[in-house]
């Protein structure tokens, strides 16, 4: 595996409080993603980062913030968690944007909200 | 519609079978990429092409330009390929869209 690593793996949280995911990556890429998978969809864009403290909204950004003050970091937040945010939530990292570069992915964090 | 369409949603077939599983798009893409997603999670990338086929083992990509169409090709289907195939592409603005997978499970 990539050196990723998403913590925590699960998490169940009710309505209302704020939840953060952390991803770590050791292999030093410039691009890292945040998506979530629920079923019937494809992984959908939450953030990406293409640098320290560079961030930038993906298709569903709404409710979620994210922080990336380190290059191996990049942290996305729950501000006011809601049930509908239960997913699970993938972070992923490569070299470079766009097509042209292989996505490594973390193991995923279920989360769900009560 | 969706961008990237896959076929079929769900795939079920016996051991040894030759597995065909179809991904359509309708943006321009500079490449194509095909994962793999197994119980318990992890994503794994298989294949990234922009012309022609690729081969790694039992597994086969192909990709039509000017059809827009991949294909993903398994040989000799084995029930350690079961697994979710997702395809995805890289559209106008660097961003990669996902298919929303196709479950395939082999049976002994």
């Known amino acids: 595996d990539a050196g990723i690593t998403q913590s925590p793996r699960h998490k169940v949280t009710e309505t209302g409080t704020p939840v953060t995911l952390r991803c770590h990556q050791t292999e030093n890429h410039r691009y890292m993603y945040w998506y979530r998978q629920d079923p019937g969809h494809g992984l959908r864009l939450i953030h990406y980062s293409y640098g320290v403290k560079d961030t930038d909204k993906g298709e569903v950004s709404d409710g979620y913030s994210v922080s990336r003050s380190k290059t191996e970091d990049f942290l996305l937040t729950l501000e006011s968690a809601t049930s509908s945010q239960t997913s699970v939530y993938f972070c992923?990292?490569?070299?470079?944007?766009?097509?042209?570069?292989?996505?490594?992915f973390g193991a995923g964090t279920r989360l769900s909200v009560l | 519609k969706n961008e990237v369409e896959q076929s079929p949603q769900n795939l079920t077939a016996q051991e040894g079978e030759f597995i065909t599983i179809n991904c359509s798009y309708s943006?321009?893409?500079?490449?194509l990429h095909w994962l793999q997603q197994h119980p318990g999670g992890g994503i794994v990338s298989l294949f990234m092409l922009s012309s022609g086929k690729k081969k790694h083992g039992r597994l086969i990509a192909t990709i039509n330009i000017q059809e827009k169409h991949s294909s993903l090709h398994i040989t000799a289907s084995h029930p350690r390929d079961s697994a979710v195939y997702i395809c995805?592409?890289?559209?106008?603005?660097?961003?990669?869209?996902w298919g929303a997978g196709t479950k395939l499970i082999i049976k002994p």
């Open positions: 992923a990292i490569s070299p470079g944007q766009g097509a042209g570069n292989i996505q490594y």
């Open positions: 943006v321009g893409i500079s490449a």
């Open positions: 995805a592409v890289g559209n106008s603005n660097y961003q990669l869209i």
